[in-house]
Nanobody
Framework: QLVESGGGSVQAGGSLRLSCTAS????????MGWFRQAPGKEREAVAC???????YYTPSVVGRFTVSRDNAKNTLYLQMNSLKPEDTAMYYCAASTSYRSGYCLRSDLYNYWGQGTQVTVSS
C-alpha cells in the first residue's frame, strides 16, 4: 500500500513537500516514482529514484523539484519549489518491484500505486 500526503493549495512561487509512505512491500528493493495527472491530460512521469538512488526528472521540473527516499522510514519524498500553475495536478507515487536498471520514468514499470494527493497552484 502506498499513501501520499502533503498536497495542498499554494500560490505560484511557493513550495510543497509530498510524502509517500509504503507498507506491504520491500521498499528498499523497489524503484519509486512520482507521477501526476491534470484534468483532461494524460498521466505524466515527474521523477523517479531507483534502489541505487539513480534519479531522473522530467525536463519541466528540473531545478525545481527534488526526489528523495528514506528506506529506514519506507518513505518517498518530493520537494517542490518555485511552483507554477502548470504544476497543478493530482500527484501519485508508485513502486516498481520489477525495475532493475535504466530509465525509470515509465509508468508501465510500476505495479503499486497510491491514491494520489492534490496539488493546486494559483497564479
Amino acid at each position: 500500500q502506498l499513501v501520499e500526503s502533503g498536497g495542498g493549495s499554494v500560490q505560484a512561487g511557493g513550495s510543497l513537500r509530498l510524502s509517500c509512505t509504503a507498507s506491504g512491500l520491500s521498499f528498499g528493493a523497489a524503484a519509486m516514482g512520482w507521477f501526476r495527472q491534470a484534468p483532461g491530460k494524460e498521466r505524466e512521469a515527474v521523477a523517479c529514484i531507483s534502489q541505487l538512488y539513480t534519479i531522473y526528472y522530467t525536463p519541466s521540473v528540473v531545478g525545481r523539484f527534488t526526489v528523495s527516499r528514506d528506506n529506514a522510514k519506507n518513505t518517498l519524498y518530493l520537494q517542490m519549489n518555485s511552483l507554477k500553475p502548470e504544476d497543478t495536478a493530482m500527484y501519485y507515487c508508485a513502486a516498481s518491484t520489477s525495475y532493475r536498471s535504466g530509465y525509470c520514468l515509465r509508468s508501465d514499470l510500476y505495479n503499486y500505486w497510491g491514491q494520489g494527493t492534490q496539488v493546486t497552484v494559483s497564479s
